[in-house]
């Protein structure tokens, strides 16, 4: 019989196909002492397999590409932790097996990870991955990950490390559910990219046996357990609807009625530009430059290196806008030489700008690296600072730009309420304003993006979110100024006609989402939009606002 759970649908389409679990396993060797003299030997194994798994996952993350390459890297870098080996080498010499040496002392890293605050937290499901990848090797077992299956299934997961998204094969892969993570976590930001239906958050999804046949909707959230042969028939036909709309979608974004909302895309370097550039792209809305820093934590990377990465995502658009925005480190992305090691609360601590302003050579070296790129480009560039709070910041931001000679527009992120709630204060030091709704939601509910739990909270519908949305447009309607959205919220094709009709002026997000987004907003006109938008709005819930919407929309 057919049953439905229902989690946070976080990247769309219907995935219809048999259950297939991720080998997890929690590999725990034996407890057993070996004589003195065979220490060194141990030692050896060790370190040969932690080299092997590092080499592994550089080689994963270079196949991958793109923000997954940064992330599979830090994975890499944790594997050669000195400290970590340091302690796995005390161990064997005090009697233990390489395996039950790599074993413990992870163990004991892992118990400070988790306690060392929520955005430290997150990355134990990286640490776990690693770990289990070493002692397979050590005890000669098949590594963890990805199940080996010939005909394409349904991958379901307590959470998926960076290192398996990556190598998911969307021709085997039909879609993803997991237990964990929220509707913003990077597990979900990387699903998108990837462009498989995926569903977060749904605790006990784990408990279905394997084979099990399952509907996955992504758009929804919901998974149909053994579905019924009218369900298959309703969803299928859906996804074919679907399929057929985006068929005929092309060009630029606008509303039925020629409304223009420039449609962009969200990367991480430029091994993202050619499948940007082959969903239609208009330009880049946010290149997450700290991708470029993650691969040595000791220091930014040098003008020479970030000038070339710079000047091939430049080139790559000569028509289209290209907003970079400045290295955003801290929080749930540390960097060891700029992020302080011991704030109580990262997330609402020293990170994205205020790091920036308290190593101002940092970011003139990136400024000017732009500069340099963008000479004698016939591109148009724009530069934004994260988390800027106020019109003290917005300043400070655009000063340094002068300062390092750029020219491009300058603007800011409004990923704090305090930004939106004075929009027009802080337009009067740059030019525009781009959204980041995925943190905005964060401050604005008090609820960590990386927890799974909250996920109610994080949904960008919630009409207070939706109400400094528009706050924030309406701030640069009034200075005749833009206002854009670059978080998760402007790839949900529902809600892009709602931004859209409460003001915004473009939208971006990962390239997958691009057409759709595109064919759903060329359905509306854009009064339908701030009908639509004006319906969300007067909602209580998130879920009252996003069938508000549709309702709003569908009966027009
Ligand atoms: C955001 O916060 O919405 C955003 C776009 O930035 P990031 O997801 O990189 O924090
Ligand atoms: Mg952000």
């Known amino acids: 019989m057919e049953t439905t759970l229902r989690g946070v649908g976080v990247s769309h389409g219907v995935a219809i196909g048999e259950v297939r679990h991720m080998g997890t396993p929690v590999l725990e060797p034996p407890s057993k002492q070996i004589p003195e003299e065979e220490a060194e030997?141990?030692?050896?194994?060790?370190?040969?397999?932690?080299?092997?798994?590092?080499?592994?996952?550089?080689?994963?993350?270079?196949?991958?590409?793109?923000?997954?390459?940064?992330?599979?890297?830090?994975?890499?870098?944790?594997?050669?932790?000195?400290?970590?080996?340091?302690?796995?080498?005390?161990?064997?010499?005090?009697?233990?097996?390489?395996?039950?040496?790599?074993?413990?002392?992870?163990a004991s890293y892992r118990t400070l990870l988790a306690s060392a605050g929520e955005y430290m937290a997150g990355r134990v499901a990286d640490l776990d991955d690693v770990r289990n990848r070493i002692v397979a090797r050590l005890l000669g077992v098949p590594m963890p990950g990805v199940p080996d299956s010939e005909a394409p299934y349904v991958l379901i997961a307590r959470d998926l490390a960076p290192a398996d998204t990556a190598l998911l094969d969307p021709a085997l892969v039909l879609g993803f559910v997991t237990e964990e993570g929220g509707p913003t976590s990077h597990s979900a930001i990387l699903a998108r990219a990837l462009g498989v239906p995926a569903v977060v958050a749904l605790p006990g999804v784990s408990e279905l046996a394997e084979g099990t046949v399952i509907a996955v909707d992504g758009g929804s959230g919901e998974i149909f357990v053994e579905p019924s042969a009218e369900r298959r028939a309703q969803l299928e036909q859906a996804a074919a609807a679907r399929?057929?709309?985006?068929?005929?979608?092309?060009?630029?974004?606008?509303?039925?009625?020629?409304?223009?909302?420039?449609?962009?895309?969200?990367?991480?370097?430029?091994?993202?530009?050619?499948?940007?550039?082959?969903?239609?792209?208009?330009?880049?809305?946010?290149?997450?430059?700290?991708?470029?820093?993650?691969?040595?934590?000791?220091?930014?990377?040098?003008?020479?290196?970030?000038?070339?990465?710079?000047?091939?995502?430049?080139?790559?658009?000569?028509?289209?806008?290209?907003?970079?925005?400045?290295?955003?480190?801290?929080?749930?992305?540390?960097?060891?030489?700029?992020?302080?090691?011991?704030?109580?609360?990262?997330a609402l601590g020293v990170r994205g700008l205020r790091s920036l302003l308290d190593h101002p050579n940092v970011l003139r070296t990136q400024l000017t690296a732009l500069s340099k790129a963008a000479h004698g480009l016939p591109g148009y560039l724009s530069v934004m600072a994260p988390m800027v709070a106020d019109r003290t910041d917005a300043k400070a931001f655009a000063d340094a730009c002068r300062e390092a000679g750029l020219d491009a527009k300058f603007g800011a992120m409004v990923e704090i309420p305090s930004a939106s709630l004075r929009a027009r204060s802080i337009l009067q030091e740059v030019e525009f304003l781009s959204l980041g709704t995925n943190d905005l939601a964060q401050y604005t509910f008090a609820a960590d993006r990386q927890v799974g739990a909250l996920s109610r909270l994080q949904d960008p519908w919630q009409p207070a979110l939706l109400d400094l949305v528009a706050m924030s447009a309406d701030g640069a309607k009034a200075e005749g100024k833009s206002c854009g959205v670059c978080g998760e919220a402007a790839a949900d094709p529902l809600l892009a006609c709602v931004l859209t009709g409460l003001g915004v002026t473009s939208l971006s997000m990962g390239a997958a989402s691009i057409p759709y987004v595109r064919a759903e907003l060329a359905k509306y006109t854009l009064a339908q939009c701030e009908r639509a938008a004006s319906a969300a709005r007067a909602a209580d819930t998130a879920e009252g606002a996003r069938s508000a919407a549709r309702a709003a929309l569908d009966g027009a």
Do not use: C, W
């Open 243 to 346: 399929e057929a709309a985006l068929s005929g979608s092309s060009g630029p974004g606008a509303t039925s009625d020629g409304h223009k909302v420039p449609l962009l895309a969200n990367i991480g370097g430029p091994a993202d530009v050619p499948a940007a550039l082959a969903a239609g792209a208009e330009g880049v809305g946010l290149f997450r430059t700290e991708f470029l820093f993650l691969d040595d934590s000791q220091q930014a990377p040098s003008e020479e290196k970030q000038i070339e990465a710079y000047r091939t995502v430049l080139e790559a658009f000569p028509e289209g806008r290209v907003v970079v925005r400045v290295l955003d480190a801290g929080a749930d992305k540390p960097l060891e030489f700029l992020t302080p090691a011991d704030e109580p609360n990262p």
């Open 41 to 106: 030997r141990e030692q050896a194994r060790a370190r040969q397999a932690v080299e092997a798994v590092s080499a592994d996952l550089m080689a994963r993350g270079t196949l991958a590409g793109g923000e997954a390459q940064a992330v599979l890297e830090a994975q890499a870098m944790m594997a050669q932790d000195p400290e970590l080996m340091s302690d796995v080498e005390r161990r064997i010499d005090v009697g233990s097996t390489a395996e039950r040496g790599v074993y413990d002392a992870f």
